[in-house]
């Protein structure tokens, strides 16, 4: 990680969510480099992976990418005003209610279903243009998009295209992180097949674990998503990626603990033997998950120490005893996430992925943006 | 809970969180009646557990309170901004660096160490006045707060007080939503043993859960948090409180499943048997755990339906084939967090408490305010 600026933390800020932009744009080139030719596209959904969208997209932008991904209209309309040029698409797709903004702030919807196909062609056909369209073809997720029997109506009946431009069409890997799992196979074999049904430009199957798998799956374009923000992209191999978020909490108080006593909420942690305290400021209302007590780790000056008791909606207590006195002091910080505590292994503990780890960091931190990105 | 505005729903929004003003103001007068005489505080940390400290101060303000608890000092500021004249207590305290925001806002810190105490004398005593502060005993919690050998401290040398006006002395316990326990008695006796060796003008030991504790834990002020929002105060009684938050995500398709085939990622959920499957606009990104995959419930039309395999960043899968064919409409609206699904039952399943449950709702909900409050 980019070497951050101390002064921050000289402040008052409570807990500080550093964000390397220079990361970003590193894991962004070597995400294209590995899977060229196809075009890497990114996913910015759920502001960016909880890191900023607003910081963030700019940079993958500078970088070269041309091509979005967000979830919701309204994830498209805050992208458009930061970026002009770009095709966005919207993966939620149409529905009558939503038209207007996706026209209005030049968002392609990813259609999911019939219906999604038919209030956006009608839309179209309405205003009597050719108006772009990216469509979603369920190859085995059952989760979103069309499946054959829906792709039959258009064989039957291609009008029901009519007004459409096909940019675009995609689907979604259930197993893709598992890169020697059968159902990947299953998956490309019928997206191929059903694909051509369609008359669209391109097509794109896999998202960051695409980097790991066969070059096959790459099609057209891979949506990068998880690897642009530092997580590993599947679970077997090492992570290539670099690091983007690193989470530091102030230290409010250190304690001596010398007589037997309990910790926390529920008196869930007992205290043996002569020990050292400190509580710190995070908790699960900064994103600092719940399922991590009693189980997750900080980093002090180099040095692991275990969360030990529940943890709080503000606070945090973990056991400093094994650390040197002198760099355990009140008012300094800790890595939580990131700075020596893998966001993989975080997730872990937790009993989740990074996904969910990045994606509920909570709004209290102070941010800071690292590297110019350049 | 205050009927909403199905105008709102019918605009673009994916998801939709109501938070019900109405209802904050019942239960905080429900607070007050049942903790009277004791005064009534009101915890707003992290943006008011999540509900939006913007709207929700005020109206506690106008119910009649006129103490409030934030725990960071960004939160003060936020908090004085909104209101002029109340009492605002920072639960983190004061450290060298924050005691001009602390100051300049009329922020009164609770100091929890030694060190912190010594910052903020330093700091009146510089500015040759007289200036507030509350105290932190620790009576048990081993988390934040100066114990029995911190207090040695201010006997042997009372000075070090000098140039604060202690107006509150608080504690916190650890057992508290669990009235039989122990712990409890323990915690009150210790503080009241603590509390006499500082010259504080009231005291404070409960939480939410002091509306189902004998009165003699209420002192001269409880703090009420959760219970404010609708979440259970005690894991054993009935639930008094009315529902504050209730969270609906968009159908964005429903699709007949005729043949076996797996739901989601990982291939998680097998599909035996015909039956349908809806696919919603709210995922992890959303607050909504991924810990409820295949366990959470979603309620459309006053049916309530199982969550099938995981729950992705944007999107969760319903099996909805008990629910009669015209109430599952593509673009309709499923409650998955209040209005027929409980809050606390939904934080139990997710293998939280519903403190995580509200203040990880995320941003990207269209959030609209119910009830003029009065």
Known sequence: MTSYDLDAESAESDSILYIDLNAIRINYQLFCARTAP??????????????GLERVAPILADAGCTTFFVAHVAEGVALREL????????????????????????????LNSLAQVNTWAAFARARGELIEAAIHIDSGMTRLGLDENDLKVFEADPGQLDGLSVVHVM?????????DDAMNQVQLERFQR??????AETASL???????????????????????????????????????ARVRARILQVRDVDSPRTVGYGAAHKVAEPSRIATISVGYADGYARSLGSLGRACIE?????????????????DVSEVPRDKVVEGGFVD??????????????????????????????RRVYLGSGS
């Open 302 to 318: 180099g040095i692991a120490v275990p969360v030990v008791g529940r943890v709080s909606m503000d606070l945090v207590t973990l």
């Open 83 to 110: 970026l002009d040029s770009v095709r966005i698409f919207v993966l939620h797709g149409a529905w009558p209610g939503n038209e207007r903004n996706l026209f209005d702030y030049r968002l392609t919807p990813v």
């Open 206 to 244: 896999a998202a960051s674990a695409g980097l790991f798998l066969d070059p096959k799956f790459h099609l057209d374009m891979v949506r990068a998503g998880i690897a642009l923000y530092g997580g590993r992209p599947t679970a077997r191999e090492p992570n290539p990626m670099s690091e983007v």
């Open 171 to 179: 689907s979604h890997l259930s197993c893709g992180d598992e890169q």
């Open 194 to 199: 059903l694909r051509r049904k369609l008359p």
């Open 38 to 51: 196809a075009e890497c596209a990114a996913c910015v959904k759920a502001d960016a992976y909880g890191l």
């Open 336 to 365: 939580v996430i990131g700075g020596g505590i893998n966001l993989d292994d975080v997730a872990q503990k937790a009993g989740t992925i990074s996904y969910e780890i990045l994606t509920r960091l909570g709004r209290r931190y």
